[in-house]
C-alpha cells in the first residue's frame, strides 16, 4: 500500500477554473503538508496542519485553501487558476514532531 | 530562506564513496541536521538525520563536525540509483515545524 498517496497525478486545466488535489496517508501521522515545486525546481511549504489545525500559512494566495477533513486527508483547494500555479505539488506526512517526512510522488497541475 | 550552503554540484565514479558537505554555521542548539534527496522528479526521500552525535543507517552515514558548524553525508559505496538533488535542512523539533529546502547538491554518479 502506498504511504502518502495523491490524486490526481497529472491535471491540466484551463486558466480561472478551480480544482483540488487529494491526499491521503496510512500511516497514522499526525503532521501533514503541502509544498509546491515549480519549474526552477525549488520546493516551497505552503501549509502544515497539526491534528487538523492549521500550524503554516506560508504567504500563498488565498486562492489556495487546504482543508483537513481528518488527520489522513489534506486536500488542497484552487480557486481561479493562473498560469503561475503551474507546478507539481507534493503532499507530505509526519509522525509528531520528527522532521522524517514522508512524500507523496507528486501532482502535475499544468494551467493553460 | 534556508539556512544551509552546499555545492551546487558533484560527481562520484560508481562504487566509490560520495562525500556530500553542508555548512550551517548559523544552527541552534536545539536545531537537528537532516538529509533528503529527489531522484528525478520524485517526491523527496528522508535520508538521515542528527543532532551532534554522527549516525548511520542503511543508507548512509552522517558526520557532525563537533562545533556543529558543518556536517558531510557519506554514501558508502554510491551506484547509478544515488543520482539525484541531496538536500542538507537543519530543523527544530516541533511538531508540524516546515522543512526549508535550498537548492541542494545535485550528485551524478557514473560508471
Known amino acids: 500500500d502506498t504511504a502518502v498517496s495523491q490524486t490526481p497525478k497529472y491535471l491540466v486545466t484551463q486558466m480561472g477554473n478551480d480544482k483540488s488535489i487529494k491526499c491521503e496517508q496510512n500511516?497514522?501521522?499526525?503532521?501533514m503538508y503541502w509544498y509546491k515545486q515549480d519549474s526552477k525546481k525549488f520546493l516551497k511549504i505552503m501549509f502544515s496542519?497539526?491534528?487538523?489545525?492549521?500550524?503554516i500559512n506560508e504567504t500563498v494566495p488565498n486562492r489556495f485553501s487546504p482543508k483537513s477533513p481528518d488527520k489522513a486527508h489534506l486536500n488542497l483547494h484552487i480557486n481561479s487558476l493562473e498560469l503561475g500555479d503551474s507546478a507539481v505539488y507534493f503532499c507530505?506526512?509526519?509522525?509528531?514532531?520528527?522532521?522524517?517526512?514522508?512524500f507523496g510522488e507528486g501532482s502535475r497541475l499544468t494551467v493553460l | 530562506d534556508a539556512k544551509t550552503t552546499q555545492p551546487p554540484s558533484m560527481d562520484c565514479a560508481e562504487g566509490r564513496a560520495a562525500n556530500l558537505p553542508c555548512n550551517h554555521s548559523?544552527?541552534?542548539?536545539?536545531?537537528?541536521v537532516y538529509w533528503y534527496r529527489q531522484i528525478h522528479s520524485q517526491g523527496p526521500q528522508y535520508i538521515i538525520h542528527g543532532l551532534k552525535n554522527n549516525e548511520t543507517n542503511e543508507m548512509a552515514s552522517l558526520i557532525i563536525t563537533e562545533d556543529r558548524k558543518s556536517s558531510t553525508l557519506i554514501l558508502p559505496h554510491a551506484t547509478l540509483r544515488d543520482t539525484a538533488v541531496y538536500y542538507c535542512i537543519v530543523r527544530g523539533y516541533q511538531a508540524g515545524t516546515a522543512l526549508i529546502f535550498g537548492k541542494g547538491t545535485t550528485l551524478s554518479v557514473s560508471s
Open positions: 507530505a506526512s509526519s509522525p509528531g514532531a520528527t522532521g522524517e517526512l514522508f
Open positions: 500511516l497514522g501521522h499526525d503532521t
Open positions: 548559523t544552527i541552534s542548539g536545539n536545531e537537528y
Open positions: 496542519y497539526n491534528n487538523k489545525e492549521l500550524i
